[in-house]
């Protein structure tokens, strides 16, 4: 099984940058779609990006030209760098991965959630 521990949540004021990171750990097979989603006690929770093995990114309009998606598969880690922050920016932000294990099993997990809270 994998277990995502993710890091970088924090308080910012509007306008700064906070990088998120993600860390796979325990046995995969073949790392595929990795991303981050977010959530808010009025929304449900929603796609900020996705980046395939081979880099490949996709995002969600909200965060286009200010988030940027990168991985480092050799360390299965995932890592959200976030600019130019605004406030409805505010949520939880969770890490996810799909992945194939060892015994050729499909799985997708879920983070723990890390708090970013951006000041106005």
């Known amino acids: 099984q994998v277990r995502l521990v993710e890091s970088g949540g924090g308080l910012v004021q509007a306008g700064g940058s906070l990088r998120l990171s993600c860390a796979a750990s325990?046995?995969?097979?073949?790392?595929?779609?990795m991303g981050w989603y977010r959530q808010t006690p009025e929304k449900q929770r929603e796609l900020v990006a996705t980046?395939?093995?081979?880099?490949?990114?996709n995002y969600a309009d909200a965060v286009k030209g200010r988030f940027t998606i990168t991985r480092d598969n050799a360390k299965n880690t995932v890592y959200l760098q976030m600019n130019s922050l605004k406030p409805e920016d505010t949520a939880v932000y969770y890490c996810?991965?799909?992945?194939?294990?060892?015994?050729?099993?499909?799985?997708?997990?879920w983070g723990q959630g890390t708090q970013v809270t951006v000041s106005s």
């Open positions: 996810h991965a799909a992945y194939i294990t060892r015994a050729l099993t499909s799985f997708n997990d």
């Open positions: 980046i395939t093995r081979s880099g490949s990114a």
């Open positions: 325990g046995s995969v097979f073949s790392m595929n779609s």
